[in-house]
């Protein structure tokens, strides 16, 4: 039998899917950041975009005792962009951020202008990994001529969110959830009068180009100025077959992230996560990641140096096109960010 | 049939002036880290037509020419003095020296090449064992740069961390150049024939930068003194166009083509190309009637990757002359691809209107 869906439930699966859903590898946002726009639009005291397309959204003057806090959800997603059509239609392609031949091979893009196609893979011997190189789009052409893509055009996997009951799948949870987790606790604090809202000025930025290299956040990062932050984005899991061991699993409550390969969280950061979750009952885990970076690393390093951190939500086959996430830790992740900024930040 | 190109482009062209100071430029020492050489030419070169020069805590030169006009854009272009080459770490016996690269050049392109070492230009070869010493297994792997010597025979007076280059000198061969360090003495060519024909509607920025071989550290700061509002880098990308001599193959992965005209970057390791720019750089050769292709997404970077990552971040794009045989002792590029590089910038810069950045 069917549990009977919550408003809450039926909000939230509408947002991950628009998201989800909107093509936008990295520096080809502007499709994505203007449906955030839209959706945020009643909400921020004041929406700007930046040089390098990013989106931020202000929250709150900052008061006495109150801090200007940036946190930093990535709206880019891995891609691919095309380098060659060749003689018969085939669009060969190179990765726009961290790609895995083997979660390619079968799958079907779309393209920003609309195009469609699908991705085959050259014979390669028994026991050969494919490389990118080997792979190539199809999108029904039977020649240059007559492609609808050309080199230059730009594609994300195409793939529909899936309802799973309490997980959800998707391409792209990285980052569009955490992107829901921001416009969530947007909306979140929205609803709370103003006397709970806290002292803080919350920058919530939508930022571009993570997955190229954590470009967007840097630039965000220095307009922005911020006292302390953080960035949510999703992280590797070890809970699934012989999977590498790793501490992190679905279900487990919200991520707070201690180090990565981009940069180790202030610790100040990591105990104000903590004692928060702990004083809300949220659940947490605690996330030791050997690999990977995210938005928190450019928080962290910009001008002087500030105290950063990161949220994360643990997924499951991240940079496939069917990433998985629990609802449940969602929900932690959105009120752990409320909480966080919404009360008198003291490091 | 004849068209009529909506915009006219200035008239340009490699003359005897112009061979010459790229002559001078390409045929300088100027290895990353001691870019003093080919600094010394451009300062002589931009010192009477700059509003501002100055040469900054890192050997970057920074020009700066205003425009006329109420509403001109900031516009920062750079190419860089620096070039790959070779480090001596360390005397071996009978006037032969260890040395690492100091960039990136393929070890293969070594062997037999004739060198000169430190700021005199001490004459010097690459040697390697004759082919009559060596089995066929050796022949098959490339020999490492830790085993290679440079030979400059007993007595040689030079130092640890003396700075080599290929010794190559610049010679035109009909349509075509000839010539080592082309990345980015081009680059550095075509900012000084901007300065030499500057659009009145933008101010330009000039940054002649060091270190770009070694990660784009000269860029860095550079684009931080400068606070543009747009970054354009000019380079060099490999022209891989010659055929697949296996099998008959379409070429699918030439970067560039050789006389195609300038490269205009979509992507590249370090940075995605502003669309805004790209749309603007390929309408501004349309309309004018100058070839341009797309250099081919891929890896690699250029100034471009550390001046978009600038403060608050900063629109960006590359445009590269293609070229043959990159980062070896004799690279080779098509003279209208030179002239059309330039045309292009020139064309696109005086019809650049500061709506781009609201579009």
Same mark, same amino acid.
């Given at each position: 039998?069917?549990?009977?869906?919550?408003?809450?439930?039926?909000?939230?699966?509408?947002?991950?899917?628009?998201?989800?859903?909107?093509?936008?590898?990295?520096?080809?946002?502007?499709?994505? +950041?203007?449906?955030? =726009?839209? *959706?945020?639009?009643? #909400? @921020?005291?004041? /929406?700007?975009?930046? !040089?390098?397309?990013? &989106?931020?959204?202000?929250?709150?003057?900052?008061?006495?005792?109150?801090?200007?806090?940036?946190?930093?959800?990535?709206?880019?997603?891995?891609?691919?962009?095309?380098?060659?059509?060749?003689?018969?239609?085939?669009?060969?392609?190179?990765?726009?951020?961290?790609?895995?031949?083997?979660?390619?091979?079968?799958?079907?893009?779309?393209?920003?202008?609309?195009?469609?196609?699908?991705?085959?893979?050259?014979?390669?011997?028994?026991?050969?990994?494919?490389?990118?190189?080997?792979?190539?789009?199809?999108?029904?052409?039977?020649?240059?001529?007559?492609?609808?893509?050309?080199?230059?055009?730009?594609?994300?996997?195409?793939?529909?969110?899936?309802?799973?009951?309490? +997980?959800?799948?998707? =391409?792209? *949870?990285?980052?569009? #959830? @955490?992107?829901? /987790?921001?416009?969530? !606790?947007?909306?979140? &604090?929205?609803?709370?009068?103003?006397?709970?809202?806290?002292?803080?000025?919350?920058?919530?930025?939508?930022?571009?180009?993570?997955?190229?290299?954590?470009?967007?956040?840097?630039?965000?990062?220095?307009?922005?100025?911020?006292?302390?932050?953080?960035?949510?984005?999703?992280?590797?899991?070890?809970?699934?077959?012989?999977?590498?061991?790793?501490?992190?699993?679905?279900?487990?409550?919200?991520?707070?992230?201690?180090?990565?390969?981009?940069?180790?969280?202030?610790?100040?950061?990591?105990?104000?996560?903590?004692?928060?979750?702990?004083?809300?009952?949220?659940?947490?885990?605690?996330?030791?990641?050997?690999?990977?970076?995210?938005?928190?690393?450019?928080?962290?390093?910009?001008?002087?140096?500030?105290?950063?951190?990161? #949220?994360?939500?643990?997924?499951?086959?991240?940079?496939?096109?069917?990433?998985?996430?629990?609802?449940?830790?969602?929900?932690?992740?959105?009120?752990?960010?409320?909480?966080?900024?919404?009360?008198?930040?003291?490091? | 049939?004849?068209?009529?190109?909506?915009?006219?482009?200035?008239?340009?062209?490699?003359?005897?002036?112009?061979?010459?100071?790229?002559?001078?430029?390409?045929?300088?020492?100027?290895?990353?880290?001691?870019?003093?050489?080919?600094?010394?030419?451009?300062?002589?070169?931009?010192?009477?037509?700059?509003?501002?020069?100055?040469?900054?805590?890192?050997?970057?030169?920074?020009?700066?020419?205003?425009?006329?006009?109420?509403?001109?854009?900031?516009?920062?272009?750079?190419?860089?003095?620096?070039?790959?080459?070779?480090?001596?770490?360390?005397?071996?016996?009978?006037?032969?020296?260890?040395?690492?690269?100091?960039?990136?050049?393929?070890?293969?392109?070594?062997?037999?090449?004739?060198?000169?070492?430190?700021?005199?230009?001490?004459?010097?070869?690459?040697?390697?064992?004759?082919?009559?010493?060596?089995?066929?297994?050796?022949?098959?792997?490339?020999?490492?740069?830790?085993?290679?010597?440079?030979?400059?025979?007993?007595?040689?007076?030079?130092?640890?961390?003396?700075?080599?280059?290929?010794?190559?000198?610049?010679?035109?061969?009909?349509?075509?150049?000839?010539?080592?360090?082309?990345?980015?003495?081009?680059?550095?060519?075509?900012?000084?024939?901007?300065?030499?024909?500057?659009?009145?509607?933008?101010?330009?920025?000039?940054?002649?930068?060091?270190?770009?071989?070694?990660?784009?550290?000269?860029?860095?700061?550079?684009?931080?003194?400068?606070?543009?509002?747009?970054?354009?880098?000019?380079?060099?990308?490999?022209?891989?166009?010659?055929?697949?001599?296996?099998?008959?193959?379409?070429?699918?992965?030439?970067?560039?083509?050789?006389?195609?005209?300038?490269?205009?970057?979509?992507?590249?390791?370090?940075?995605?190309?502003?669309?805004?720019?790209?749309?603007?750089?390929?309408?501004?050769?349309?309309?004018?009637?100058?070839?341009?292709?797309?250099?081919?997404?891929?890896?690699?970077?250029?100034?471009?990757?550390?001046?978009?990552?600038?403060?608050?971040?900063?629109?960006?794009?590359?445009?590269?002359?293609?070229?043959?045989?990159?980062?070896?002792?004799?690279?080779?590029?098509?003279?209208?691809?030179?002239?059309?590089?330039?045309?292009?910038?020139?064309?696109?810069?005086?019809?650049?209107?500061?709506?781009?950045?609201?579009?």
């Amino acid at each position: 039998m069917k549990n009977e869906k919550t408003l809450h439930d039926v909000e939230l699966m509408s947002l991950i899917q628009t998201l989800v859903e909107t093509p936008g590898p990295s520096g080809q946002e502007h499709i994505i +950041r203007e449906k955030i =726009k839209e *959706m945020v639009k009643g #909400i @921020a005291d004041e /929406i700007r975009t930046d !040089a390098l397309g990013n &989106l931020l959204c202000r929250m709150g003057n900052k008061k006495e005792n109150g801090k200007r806090i940036m946190v930093s959800a990535h709206i880019d997603e891995i891609g691919l962009m095309v380098i060659h059509v060749d003689e018969n239609g085939f669009a060969r392609f190179v990765p726009v951020g961290g790609i895995n031949p083997l979660t390619c091979i079968g799958g079907r893009v779309l393209f920003m202008n609309g195009a469609q196609g699908v991705i085959g893979a050259e014979r390669l011997d028994p026991g050969i990994m494919p490389k990118l190189e080997n792979l190539f789009i199809d999108t029904g052409a039977t020649s240059a001529a007559d492609s609808q893509v050309k080199i230059g055009d730009v594609c994300g996997f195409d793939r529909p969110m899936l309802d799973l009951g309490k +997980r959800v799948s998707a =391409k792209s *949870m990285d980052d569009r #959830i @955490a992107a829901v /987790i921001a416009i969530m !606790a947007m909306r979140a &604090l929205a609803k709370l009068p103003a006397s709970k809202r806290g002292p803080n000025e919350v920058l919530f930025v939508f930022s571009t180009q993570e997955e190229v290299g954590i470009r967007g956040a840097t630039t965000a990062a220095y307009v922005v100025d911020p006292e302390v932050g953080f960035a949510i984005d999703v992280t590797l899991t070890g809970d699934t077959p012989r999977a590498y061991k790793r501490p992190m699993a679905l279900g487990k409550g919200a991520c707070i992230k201690v180090r990565d390969s981009s940069f180790i969280a202030d610790t100040r950061v990591v105990d104000w996560m903590i004692n928060e979750a702990k004083s809300q009952g949220i659940p947490y885990q605690m996330e030791v990641l050997d690999a990977g970076g995210t938005d928190g690393r450019a928080i962290q390093m910009t001008r002087a140096g500030v105290p950063a951190g990161c #949220i994360s939500l643990a997924c499951r086959y991240v940079h496939s096109p069917s990433e998985m996430v629990d609802k449940n830790d969602l929900d932690a992740c959105i009120k752990l960010t409320v909480g966080l900024v919404s009360k008198e930040v003291k490091l | 049939m004849a068209t009529q190109n909506k915009v006219k482009s200035i008239n340009f062209s490699l003359g005897k002036k112009e061979i010459d100071l790229l002559t001078r430029l390409c045929n300088a020492v100027s290895v990353s880290g001691d870019e003093q050489k080919v600094r010394q030419i451009v300062l002589e070169e931009v010192k009477n037509l700059a509003d501002e020069v100055k040469t900054d805590a890192l050997g970057n030169v920074l020009v700066t020419k205003k425009g006329s006009g109420p509403n001109c854009l900031r516009v920062m272009l750079s190419g860089h003095m620096d070039e790959v080459g070779m480090m001596i770490v360390k005397e071996s016996e009978d006037g032969t020296y260890e040395f690492r690269v100091i960039g990136g050049i393929d070890p293969r392109q070594l062997v037999g090449k004739l060198v000169l070492v430190g700021r005199n230009l001490v004459p010097g070869v690459i040697g390697a064992k004759a082919i009559h010493m060596t089995t066929p297994e050796e022949r098959k792997v490339a020999i490492p740069v830790e085993q290679l010597r440079i030979d400059l025979g007993p007595g040689a007076k030079v130092a640890i961390g003396d700075r080599a280059t290929f010794a190559t000198k610049l010679a035109v061969l009909g349509p075509s150049i000839r010539s080592k360090a082309f990345d980015d003495r081009l680059g550095v060519f075509n900012l000084i024939q901007l300065l030499k024909h500057a659009p009145a509607n933008v101010d330009l920025f000039l940054a002649f930068t060091v270190q770009e071989e070694l990660g784009l550290r000269g860029a860095k700061v550079a684009a931080f003194s400068f606070d543009p509002q747009i970054g354009i880098a000019l380079d060099s990308t490999p022209a891989n166009d010659l055929p697949f001599f296996e099998g008959d193959e379409e070429n699918t992965h030439y970067n560039t083509h050789l006389g195609a005209g300038p490269a205009i970057y979509l992507m590249d390791g370090a940075t995605i190309g502003d669309r805004r720019l790209v749309n603007w750089l390929s309408e501004s050769a349309d309309a004018a009637g100058i070839p341009w292709q797309y250099r081919q997404p891929g890896t690699g970077g250029t100034d471009a990757g550390a001046i978009h990552k600038t403060r608050a971040g900063v629109p960006s794009v590359s445009v590269s002359v293609p070229q043959r045989y990159l980062h070896s002792a004799a690279g080779l590029v098509r003279k209208q691809d030179v002239v059309n590089t330039f045309k292009l910038i020139h064309t696109a810069l005086s019809r650049l209107d500061p709506s781009i950045l609201n579009s």
